[in-house]
């Protein structure tokens, strides 16, 4: 496809489960981001990503949350034994590179709702 | 670190009538801004962005935004609002010292009466 795709779009998780959110970025973009979006808030950074290596994972709310691109292309982001304030949006974004103002293109998110 | 303050959390305007979100920012450095827009259920959308050229930006459906260093703002125009921007509107800082990663505000709700 043309754009950034995430999968599932939505998740609902018993607490305390492990969920799994998979982003496919668009084809070529070395740069990939993931953000945490709460209900009526802006989007925030998780980590970064430069091809296959995480260059940045400072917005990591715990050692909960674990995110790998092992082969540059796909990501996962990962989140143990989740709590409900986990619950969320995901945003994935990719960009062509690391350059000043590189525009970052998203897909569409993945609800997680932790019940 | 950068960061953006939206000085709104909602707006409320007239069909027809100027639109005007506001938005100050905070960088070491020199910033990239940008101005997204975010539909119900719909992904993020880049409405324009500023990268250190002319300071007055055009970006999709009418809007315009306005780099002014010396007051540190990036505020968000349209001189005749229509139904369809109604939205979340959201401005974004990012240097290149920092990977690029963006820092968005809080966002500003935009409400559009018929």
């Known amino acids: 496809g043309a754009g950034v795709s995430q999968s599932p779009r939505y998740k609902v998780a018993k607490r305390g489960q492990d969920v799994a959110l998979r982003c496919d970025p668009i084809?070529?973009?070395?740069?990939l981001f993931w953000y945490q979006q709460a209900l009526g808030q802006g989007p925030e950074f998780l980590t970064y990503?430069?091809?296959?290596?995480?260059?940045?994972k400072s917005g990591l709310p715990s050692d909960r949350f674990f995110a790998e691109r092992p082969e540059g292309s796909v990501s996962t982001l990962k989140i143990q034994r989740t709590q409900q304030e986990d619950s969320a949006v995901y945003l994935c974004?990719?960009?062509?590179?690391?350059?000043?103002?590189?525009?970052?293109?998203f897909g569409p998110g993945t609800r997680l709702t932790v019940l | 670190a950068q960061s953006v303050t939206q000085l709104d959390s909602h707006v409320s305007v007239s069909e027809g009538t100027p639109v005007l979100l506001r938005c100050n920012y905070s960088?070491?450095?020199?910033?990239?801004l940008f101005w997204y827009v975010q539909h119900p259920n719909k992904g993020l959308q880049l409405l324009l962005k500023?990268?250190?050229?002319?300071?007055l930006v055009k970006g999709i459906n009418g809007f315009e935004a306005e780099f002014k260093k010396s007051e540190t703002s990036f505020h968000l125009t349209k001189p005749s609002a229509h139904m369809s921007d109604a939205a979340e509107y959201f401005c974004v800082v990012s240097d290149l010292r920092n990977n690029n990663d963006m820092r968005f505000g809080a966002g500003t709700r935009l409400t559009v009466k018929p």
């Open positions: 960088s070491s450095y020199s910033p990239s």
């Open positions: 084809s070529g973009h070395v740069s």
């Open positions: 974004a990719s960009s062509p590179g690391p350059f000043q103002g590189n525009e970052q293109f």
């Open positions: 990503f430069q091809n296959e290596a995480q260059l940045d």
């Open positions: 500023y990268t250190s050229a002319a300071t």
